[in-house]
T-cell receptor, first 115, second 111 residues
Framework: NAGVTQTPKFQVLKTGQSMTLQCAQD?????MSWYRQDPGMGLRLIHY???????DQGEVPNGYNVSRSTTEDFPLRLLSAAPSQTSVYFC??????????????FGEGSRLTVL | AQSVTQLGSHVSVSEGALVLLRCNYS??????LFWYVQYPNQGLQLLLK??????LVKGINGFEAEFKKSETSFHLTKPSAHMSDAAEYFC?????????FGAGTTVTVRA
């Protein structure tokens, strides 16, 4: 079972470059989200989606864009990378959007370094 | 918004000893609380969750957590640590269907 798949696993960018982190899930989950993980800060929500065509901002959305054209895919775009965006990024999904008890399933992460 | 605070960023235990990881929540309404574990170079996976059905929640790998409203706590325990328990553990609360995580506690297990 593939679950949540993220690509690439590692990426090095120069300041000002753009890139897209890909996320795909094969579980027919309504809800998808992106988190960033930084030492001592846990995971912080960047953007999330409750279904195809619907996205919203999380706790730290600045510098990132998302779209959800299909149920399966939820790419995260960095338009002009900054060193402050050096982090590990996780995509996560759950079956139902409007539930507080559903389990989040995580990808294995994408480690991004911005020089 | 509801939040969680994890007390202690690092915990070191001997193999076979009790593991105790502390989590306190702030909420004006009954919270939905979770513990996740992250093994090195992996994503997070669910250990257990509290959804108000029972105050003592049992999870995978021998872990359990007790919800105590009077103490606003949801501490995670395991009676006997194993080397494979070395990982980072996150407490989380569900806010408007979205999960907010604590800062995490790294557990090391000494042989």
């Amino acid at each position: 079972n593939a679950g949540v798949t993220q690509t690439p696993k590692f990426q090095v960018l120069k300041t000002g470059q753009s890139m897209t982190l890909q996320c795909a899930q094969d579980m027919n989950h309504e809800y998808m989200s992106w988190y960033r993980q930084d030492p001592g800060m846990g995971l912080r929500l960047i953007h999330y989606s409750v279904g195809a065509g619907i996205t919203d901002q999380g706790e730290v959305p600045n510098g990132y864009n998302v779209s959800r054209s299909t149920t399966e895919d939820f790419p995260l775009r960095l338009l002009s990378a900054a060193p402050s965006q050096t982090s590990v990024y996780f995509c996560a999904s759950k079956l139902d959007s409007l539930t507080n008890t559903g389990e989040l399933f995580f990808g294995e992460g994408s480690r991004l370094t911005v020089l | 918004a509801q939040s969680v605070t994890q007390l202690g960023s690092h915990v070191s235990v001997s193999e076979g000893a009790l593991v105790l990881l502390r989590c306190n929540y702030s909420s004006s309404v009954p919270p939905y609380l979770f513990w996740y574990v992250q093994y090195p170079n992996q994503g997070l996976q669910l250990l257990l969750k509290y959804t108000s059905a029972a105050t003592l929640v049992k999870g995978i790998n021998g872990f359990e957590a007790e919800f105590k409203k009077s103490e606003t706590s949801f501490h995670l325990t395991k009676p006997s640590a194993h080397m494979s328990d070395a990982a980072e553990y996150f407490c989380a609360v569900s806010n408007d269907y979205k999960l907010s995580f604590g800062a995490g506690t790294t557990v090391t297990v000494r042989a």
